[in-house]
């Protein structure tokens, strides 16, 4: 697990390899990763947008940008947390994502960054 704070907001991350759904056979590796989103701030904050940036070994790169995570842009309150599950295939048994969220402080409306730090994504196996 990695994990990373940015202005009061703390994120950390775990990766995990999919078999069930990944066939290596045809270069589809497919990778769940759960996030935990802890606001040890002050205020109340909301999160509005994503944007990664995920890395192939194969060479490839791709950007992600788009409103809210899973559908939902939750508001986290002071010593709250927001905890979600998602996804990311690759053409590669090996990769890599980071980002970042776009938050609103709710108390006087700015909105700020906060790093989703970088986390590797590889099989098991493969570590061995």
Known sequence: MVTEITA???V???AIYQPEYS???NEHFMFAYRITIENIGDYSVQLL???WYIFDSNGTHREV???G???QQPVID???FYEY???CNLKSDMGSMEGSYQMLREVDGVLFDVTIPKFYLIPEHKLN
């Open 85 to 87: 599950v998602s996804g």
């Open 78 to 80: 002071p010593g709250e």
């Open 12 to 14: 950390s991350v775990e």
């Open 69 to 71: 995570v899973v559908g």
């Open 8 to 10: 009061g907001v703390k």
């Open 49 to 51: 947008r994503r944007h």
């Open 23 to 25: 066939n290596p056979e």
């Open 65 to 67: 940008e788009g409103e």
